[in-house]
Structure formats: structure tokens, C-alpha cells
């Protein structure tokens, strides 16, 4: 069961700042040191120096980002409501393939829950370090700070979806277009509605495994029941007609200068697949069909290559003990194909990307063969949602960078208190 409540939020007082737009920011994740600076030459205020944390001098990045979050609740800047509240939430957006699209999502306070069947699951690996720094961050200012985006079998829109007709308590538009807007609903009937709706769904995480985990520990270190038991999300439903996954693309390094090691890979891609050389404008295999299908170009002859699976048995062979669905991910074809089959690396390896690199679309992609800063790339189709369901609901996990769900959800719109005292 999914245990969906309102949030006691803690915000931005609109009042205070010049605009939701300028206090805002992208998952602290995508955001560079260049990319820091930009965002708080917007505002002093924006979320970025308490998401994403510098140490001051002689001092520590954790404690600074709680004693920040002091400061702007003593200056007026954040606000805590008197009524909980859900958030509805609309991005209307134009996708990386061109279409335009609305999807739809509500912020609340999920009660965090071990993985299992009928709770939440995950569908790709993560890594220790990012883990550690979130709990660092949560044990300092005992807030979620920016949402998990999750998916929900069951569609609780329709109930809050009235709540949306007014003007938005705030709106947004990214630097890639997208248009956030976000409205604060306090009726309690819409928040028996939607809790109603999600109490038998299943939750399945789309991104945010490394914050989610991070509540769990959070929730085991403090024990019994409180605000800690719950986390931030934003749950979208698997039926949304607005949600849309992209590929994330592979590029390898360490052949330039390699003869030995280009040979390994040149031998080892003719004996896995059938390979034809097509035209450059032809590289996306996006419309193709069948069981491991990939564009492929490398930095130096700049060909373009498609790449179709020899013999699916083989994969069955070494994946025997993974479902249908699993199997015929592109994702898990290429990394037990090529990674580990033709390459030899480790899962680990692949986990600390040693010659492992990934660009969310094809122009990116060929930037960073163009620059040598990588020798080869795979260009990868989207995976179905119904086919990351399928994976999920058998338990297993797919390889890092699996999908791509867009448009990413901002930090700063909404942060939950996991056991900070009510201002």
C-alpha cells in the first residue's frame, strides 16, 4: 500500500523574493560548479546554496546549508504553512524528439517503505558516494529537499485535477522551456480523494533511487513513528499522457591510441552483431524494431553503422535467471554484450564509468567524438514504460542511466520537514 499524505511544507514567501523562477533550480545532480554560480548571481536565495552545499572557510558544506536554512526562515524568506497541503503540478513541455506535451504530477509526502511487490520499487542500480552526501544533508537540515519522482499504477489526477483551474500559486520556465506551474491545495476531501486513489497502488521510481534510499536510512537511524517516516515525491501515473522516457546514449574512450584494443572491439562487434553501414541522418535507431538494435559511429573513421543482435539465444544464455522483459532491455543487451562480454569490464567498472560516458541526445553525442573527448558511441532507442514496469515488478534492476524521463522535476518548489520543529 501506498500511504500518500498532504505536506506540512516549508516554502518560499513570495513576497520575499523577486520570483519563483529566480529561487529555483535543477536537480543538484546536473548542476556544475559554472552552473552554481549562475544560478545564485539569480538570487542569494536560490536553493542551490542549501541543495548543493559549499563548505565555508573553515567549516562544514552539511552545517552551513541547516544555518542558511535558519537564516532565510528568520528573514521571512521561507514560510511554513498552518494547513498541510498536496501540490499540484503541470509541465507543459516540448519532448527531445520534437512533440509537445503536459504531464501532470502531485507533491506529497510518501511513507517510505522497504522495497517489495504492492510498495515501491526501483529500477536501476545506484552508487554509495551520492547516498552518503544526501544523508549528510538530511541529518543537517532535516528537510527533502527536492523531490523523487515516482509512478503510480493507479491515476490520482483526475482528483486534484479541479484544483488546477485558478491561477498557480507559482510558475516556472526552465532554461530548456518548460513551463512549471504549482498549485497549493489545502481541501481536505481532495486529499482524502487522492490518498484513497494511491492506497493500493504500486510505486515504482522513476529517479531518485539515491534520495530514496537515503530515507530509508534516515527513517531506520531515527526510529519510531514522526515526520521521518515519510519522504518528498512527486507521483505521476504510469497512464499519464504526458510522461515520455528517452534513451541515454553510450560513448566509450581508451581506443584512440589502441590498435590492440580497437581490434578487440571491432572483432568482438562483427562476431554479437549483424552490422551495415548506413546513412549519417539514418544513426538513430529510434524506429527500428527487434531485440538489440543500436546506431554506432566512432570518433575516427565517422561512419555510421547500424547494429542488429546476431542471436538472442546467447543473451538468454548468460541472463537465464532474468525475465523476458529484462532480457531485451538495449541497456542490459549492451552492457552484457559489449561492456562485460567483448570488453571485460566489471560491474564495477561500469558503476565508476572507467571509458564509460553518457549524452541524453544524439548532437551531444557527436560533440564529444568530435572534441576526441570519447573514441565510440552506441545511440540506444527508448525504453517503454511499460517494459521499465515489467522489470520492476519482477524485482530486478536495470543498469545505470536505463531511461531518461523528462522534463527533470525542479528543487525549490516545496521542501518537507523530516523532523525540524514547526516555525
Do not use: C
Amino acid at each position: 500500500m501506498a500511504d500518500v499524505k498532504p505536506i506540512h511544507s516549508l516554502h518560499y514567501n513570495l513576497e520575499k523574493v523577486s520570483s519563483l523562477a529566480d529561487v529555483t533550480a535543477p536537480p543538484y545532480d546536473v548542476i556544475d560548479a559554472q552552473r552554481r554560480i549562475a544560478l545564485l548571481e539569480r538570487s542569494p536565495y536560490n536553493v542551490v546554496e542549501v541543495d548543493l552545499p559549499q563548505a565555508p572557510p573553515d567549516g562544514d558544506a552539511y552545517s552551513h546549508a541547516a544555518e542558511t536554512i535558519d537564516a532565510w526562515i528568520a528573514e521571512g524568506v521561507l514560510r511554513s504553512d498552518d494547513q498541510p497541503a498536496l501540490w499540484a503540478l503541470t509541465q507543459q513541455y516540448t519532448s527531445p524528439d520534437g512533440s509537445a506535451n503536459t504531464r501532470n504530477g502531485i507533491l506529497a509526502r510518501v511513507r517510505v517503505e522497504d522495497y517489495g511487490a504492492g510498495k515501491i520499487r526501483p529500477h536501476e542500480r545506484t552508487q554509495p558516494g551520492p547516498k552518503q552526501d544526501r544523508l549528510d544533508l538530511t541529518r543537517a537540515t532535516k528537510l527533502n529537499l527536492s523531490p523523487i519522482f515516482s509512478l503510480t499504477t493507479r491515476d490520482a489526477w483526475p482528483h486534484i485535477r479541479p484544483a488546477t483551474t485558478g491561477e498557480p500559486w507559482g510558475e516556472v520556465t526552465d532554461p530548456d522551456g518548460t513551463i512549471n506551474r504549482i498549485w497549493k491545495v489545502t481541501d481536505p476531501a481532495i486529499h482524502a480523494a487522492v490518498a484513497g486513489e494511491l492506497a493500493e497502488a504500486e510505486l515504482l521510481i522513476a529517479d531518485g533511487h539515491h534520495r530514496y534510499e537515503t530515507a530509508r536510512t534516515y527513517r531506520d537511524e531515527i526510529g519510531g513513528e514522526g515526520d521521518h517516516q515519510f519522504t518528498l515525491m512527486a507521483l505521476t501515473g504510469l497512464a499519464d499522457p504526458g510522461l515520455t522516457v528517452f534513451p541515454t546514449h553510450r560513448l566509450l574512450s581508451g581506443f584512440g591510441g589502441d590498435p590492440e584494443r580497437q581490434a578487440l572491439l571491432r572483432d568482438g562487434l562483427h562476431e554479437v552483431f549483424e552490422i551495415t553501414e548506413i546513412p549519417d541522418d539514418q544513426l538513430d535507431p529510434a524506429t527500428e524494431h527487434g531485440v538489440g538494435v543500436f546506431g554506432y559511429i566512432d570518433a575516427h573513421h565517422r561512419k555510421a553503422f547500424r547494429l542488429h543482435l546476431r542471436d538472442a539465444s546467447k543473451l538468454d544464455q548468460h541472463l537465464a535467471d532474468k525475465s523476458a522483459a529484462y532480457r531485451q532491455l538495449d541497456a542490459v543487451i549492451l552492457e552484457t554484450m559489449v561492456l562485460e562480454g567483448i570488453l571485460g569490464l566489471t560491474e564495477d567498472d561500469i558503476a565508476a564509468k572507467r571509458g564509460i560516458g553518457y549524452a541524453k541526445n544524439i548532437p551531444d553525442t557527436l560533440a564529444l567524438l568530435d572534441d576526441r573527448s570519447y573514441d565510440a558511441a552506441f545511440i540506444l532507442r527508448s525504453t517503454p514504460v511499460d517494459q521499465v514496469r515489467e522489470v520492476a515488478g519482477a524485482g530486478e534492476i536495470m543498469p545505470p542511466k536505463s531511461t531518461y524521463f523528462f522534463p527533470k522535476l525542479l528543487s525549490g518548489m516545496v521542501f518537507n520537514p523530516v523532523g525540524r520543529t514547526k516555525v
